[in-house]
């Protein structure tokens, strides 16, 4: 036989082999079952559009909250990395780390209880404030040490070429380093907005009032009144919609960007 | 009347290794100066003094009779008065060529946009590449690059100009482009300190040829007599390796 009869045999045998996984699975899947309890109309009619109006919408609004505090957060921690003075770089090194090194509901269990038992005084806007304030703390953790090696990813070479023009430190910083380390930094900080996107789910374990809650809570309370998983597709459909286009999103830059350098 | 440039017993060390072991040296006004000598013998490390990208270990830096070693001197205004050209170009990529020009004019030197785009557009034309204007770095060829760091340079309007290895990046066709804006710049009577391996450069456009070897100066003067009669053994083996 020759080698191109051999290769597209073996080609043929793995699309027949993925064709009958689908089929079987296709096949021995309950529908019925599925429909009534995953898919159900009169169901999902009850939760829209609360869904989308509370959950999504509170989904989307701590994320861009704990986001926006994050990146300001981990942009002074970078720039502490960087400082040439030990106590600011140490001071951050052991923040970083530390949040860093815990799972992100403890870190919203102490925020939430822990602070207001030991300071006598909670963080403002309740158990829900301190939880997202919990957010933007681990967030930042990770976001400061991505800006930190962006900046540093720009070549020294830049930095003479603007401070031989006359620029000063601070401008050169924000004219030639950060607008180019701002290309590095966009993909993997989005893989950061979509992480916290997800994490906000924990925010209820801190407890929110009426009209509060994030999808996964809505949806899983959803779920218990109606005994039914519906709200639980509606969520995780629902997730999709807000992360695709993001990660789309920053493919898109990416390959702009690459064409551009 | 003052130098352009005067080094006196300049010393520099990274850690325990003395890269300049005691300069003096110095750049009138107008002359073209070129640096020559193997690698690692501290040229370029003479030349990073003089705008103090780096930091003098010992000694003194005079540009225009202004001490650059003093802490309290303005340093962003001493560098803006010297142009600086980069081995490796150094254009920011991010920025098209016209504003890889105007960036600087209009930050630090305050100029609007509009004069900005004309001093620009003027220095452009003289490295001859006005069309160029609207593309990114990255979409030029290595000399066309070097002769816009060379137009970004001249657009801060500087009194005088230092070249660090412009041309050693070039694959060997461009090189004579560049060289030939520097050429024009000499003869236009811009004061140039130029680290580079070109001697037939070094021999037609210098008017002070300085040859280092291990952190000093070993020899110094007309390029013809230099090049021609040289003194030390050590420059004689060093030519006659490049020439």
């Given at each position: 036989m020759k080698r191109s009869t051999q290769r597209r045999l073996r080609h043929g045998a793995l699309y027949a082999l993925f064709v009958a996984a689908v089929v079987t699975l296709v096949l021995i899947a309950d529908w019925k079952a599925i429909r009534t309890n995953f898919l159900d109309r009169e169901i999902f009619d009850e939760i829209w559009p609360d869904i989308f109006l509370e959950g999504a919408k509170n989904t989307v609004l701590y994320t861009a909250i704990a986001f926006t505090g994050g990146l300001v957060v981990a942009f002074a921690l970078a720039l502490m990395k960087l400082s040439p003075i030990g106590p600011y770089r140490w001071a951050a090194t052991v923040f970083i780390e530390f949040f860093r090194g815990l799972p992100v509901l403890i870190v919203i269990i102490m925020f939430a209880f822990a602070i207001p038992i030991a300071f006598g005084a909670a963080l403002p806007g309740e158990a829900r404030g301190a939880a997202i304030t919990a957010l933007i703390v681990v967030s930042a953790a990770y976001m400061a040490e991505t800006i930190r090696a962006g900046i540093q990813a720009v070549p020294q070479g830049q930095v003479e070429a603007a401070r031989s023009l006359g620029m000063s430190e601070t401008r050169t910083m924000f004219t030639v380093v950060l607008p180019q380390a701002v290309r590095i930094i966009i993909p993997p900080l989005t893989n950061e907005f979509v992480l916290l996107l997800k994490d906000t789910?924990?925010?209820?374990v801190a407890g929110v009032g009426l009209g509060q809650k994030e999808l996964t809570n809505f949806s899983s309370d959803a779920l218990n009144t109606t005994s039914n998983a519906t709200p639980l597709i509606a969520a995780a459909v629902l997730y999709l919609v807000i992360t695709l286009p993001l990660t789309q999103l920053v493919a898109y830059l990416e390959r702009r960007t690459k064409k551009a350098r | 009347m003052t130098a352009a440039i005067e080094v006196r017993d300049l010393h520099k060390s990274f850690g325990d290794n003395e890269v300049l072991k005691g300069i003096d040296f110095t750049v009138e006004d107008g002359q073209v100066v070129c640096v020559i000598g193997?690698?690692?013998?501290g040229k370029s490390t003479l030349l990073r003094c003089v705008n103090r990208l780096e930091e003098p270990t010992s000694g003194i830096v005079l540009v225009e009779g202004t001490d650059?070693?003093?802490?309290?001197?303005?340093l962003d205004a001493v560098r803006s008065r010297i142009g600086m050209v980069f081995q490796s170009f150094?254009?920011?990529?991010?920025?098209?060529v016209l504003d890889n020009l105007t960036i600087a004019q209009r930050?630090?030197?305050?100029?609007?946009k509009a004069a900005a785009e004309v001093v620009a557009r003027t220095n452009l034309e003289k490295v001859g590449?006005?069309?160029?204007?609207?593309?990114?770095?990255?979409?030029?060829s290595g000399g066309q690059q070097q002769r816009v760091a060379i137009a970004r340079a001249l657009s801060m309007d500087p009194d005088m100009m230092l070249f660090d290895e412009?041309?050693?990046?070039?694959d060997p066709e461009l090189v004579g482009d560049v060289l030939d804006v520097m050429r024009q710049l000499a003869s236009e009577g811009m004061t140039m300190m130029v680290v580079t391996h070109e001697m037939g450069f070094a021999r037609e456009v210098g008017d002070k040829l300085v040859f280092m070897d291990d952190g000093v100066i070993l020899e110094e003067g007309a390029p013809r007599d230099v090049l021609g009669?040289?003194?030390h053994e050590r420059t004689r083996a060093f030519l006659s390796k490049v020439l």
């Open positions: 789910s924990l925010i209820q | 193997p690698s690692g013998s650059i070693t003093d802490p309290e001197v303005d150094n254009l920011f990529p991010h920025m098209t930050r630090v030197k305050k100029r609007t590449l006005s069309e160029k204007s609207e593309a990114y770095p990255a979409h030029l412009p041309t050693s990046a070039l009669n040289p003194q």
